[in-house]
């Protein structure tokens, strides 16, 4: 079992940035690919980026490339998205999740385990 608690969500200005943090519990994550997902009031949870279990490969949606890094520290068991050049359309919960095959994934049913997730809000 893996628990995952998000953390650093807030509410920030267009143009700001924020860095949003997983914390697991349980299992270690090197074995795990790790995903930031967001869902928008009224719309479908959709990725925003992924890193394979290894670090090497990554994955952005369009929409957040050059903006977003997403990064991983296995010793404290911790994931990071680091969100610059903020938007109000990046408006959404944010959720981390884990996918235990350790590929990168895109698909909500790729992972197995997921935190309760963080609001970040985006003001124009």
């Known amino acids: 079992q893996v628990q995952l608690v998000e953390s650093g969500g807030g509410l920030v200005q267009a143009g700001g940035s924020l860095t949003l943090s997983c914390a697991a519990s349980?299992?270690?994550?090197?074995?795990?690919?790790m995903g930031w997902f967001r869902q928008a009031p009224g719309k479908e949870r959709i990725i925003v980026a992924a890193?394979?279990?290894?670090?090497?490969?990554?994955y952005y949606a369009e929409s957040v490339k050059g903006r977003f890094t997403i990064s991983r520290d296995v010793g404290k068991r911790t994931v990071y998205l680091q969100m610059n050049s903020l938007k109000p359309e990046d408006t959404a919960v944010y959720y981390c999740?884990?996918?235990?095959?350790?590929?990168?994934?895109?698909?909500?049913?790729?992972?197995?385990?997921w935190g309760q997730g963080t609001q970040v809000t985006v003001s124009s």
């Open positions: 999740a884990a996918n235990g095959l350790g590929r990168v994934g895109v698909r909500r049913d790729e992972y197995d385990y």
């Open positions: 890193t394979r279990s290894s670090g090497v490969t990554t």
């Open positions: 349980g299992r270690t994550l090197s074995t795990y690919a």
